[in-house]
């Protein structure tokens, strides 16, 4: 149980081009998923907090213009990387958090997203 | 404010022999902590977390943490490294922001296990 797909697992784009990745819940209800960048050698960091039937909730420095997010279901979250740039390309990571009340704060990891913009 | 340091950017054991990964944090309230484990390529795997039962956690493949609230630690411990165990760890505390939770990572470790 609590299985989390992305789609695609790879992309390359050009430069100014937009990529929309998804994020599901295979096996339970998400309220809140998020979404988190990692670097090469490096921690994961938090974009944005997507709650179904809301606006996402970005952290510092994290542009929500350039990554936008929807979260039109509770199984289905989807991040826009806008106007791609080289400086974009990264491993994107997604997590959701079961909607059952006694899930606690842990968070189920969708398997990454490998963008590379050209 | 919560935080998390991971003690050691890169661990090297041989097959066979003990694991540490030192792991300490910072929280203003009993936090919620966990161990990950990422294999290339892969997603990321929990391996085990303290929600303030009992401090000493058993988690998958072998592995466990105890709660050291005195030291504020929760280093991840194994008798008996595998060849499969290579991967990198990362060290999670959680928070709350509102009314949601979010984790914090710490830097990772990058476990090394030699035939």
């Known amino acids: 149980g609590a299985v989390v797909s992305q789609h695609p697992s790879r992309v390359i784009c050009k430069s100014g081009t937009s990529v929309k990745i998804e994020c599901r819940s295979l096996?339970?209800?998400?309220?809140?998923m998020f979404w988190y960048r990692q670097f090469p050698k490096k921690s994961l960091m938090l974009m944005a907090t997507s709650n179904e039937g809301s606006k996402a909730t970005y952290e510092q420095g994290v542009e929500k213009d350039k990554f936008l997010i929807n979260h039109a279901s509770l199984t289905l979250s989807t991040l826009t990387v806008t106007s791609a740039h080289p400086e974009d390309s990264s491993f994107y990571i997604c997590s959701a958090r079961s909607s059952r009340v006694l899930a606690g704060d842990e968070q189920y990891f969708g398997p990454g997203t490998r963008l590379t913009v050209t | 404010a919560q935080s998390v340091t991971q003690l050691d950017s890169h661990v090297s054991v041989s097959e066979g022999t003990p694991v540490l990964l030192r792991c300490n944090y910072s929280s203003s309230y009993s936090p919620s902590l966990f161990w990950y484990v990422q294999h290339p390529n892969k997603g990321l795997q929990l391996l085990l977390k303290y929600t303030s039962a009992a401090t000493l956690v058993k988690g998958i493949n072998g592995f466990e943490a105890e709660f050291k609230k005195s030291e504020t630690s929760f280093h991840l411990t194994k008798p008996s490294a595998h060849m499969s165990d290579a991967a990198e760890y990362f060290c999670?505390?959680?928070?709350?922001?509102?009314?949601?939770?979010?984790?914090?990572f710490g830097q990772g470790t990058t476990l090394q296990v030699k035939p």
């Open positions: 999670v505390v959680s928070y709350r922001s509102g009314n949601t939770g979010k984790l914090i």
């Open positions: 096996d339970f209800q998400a309220t809140t």
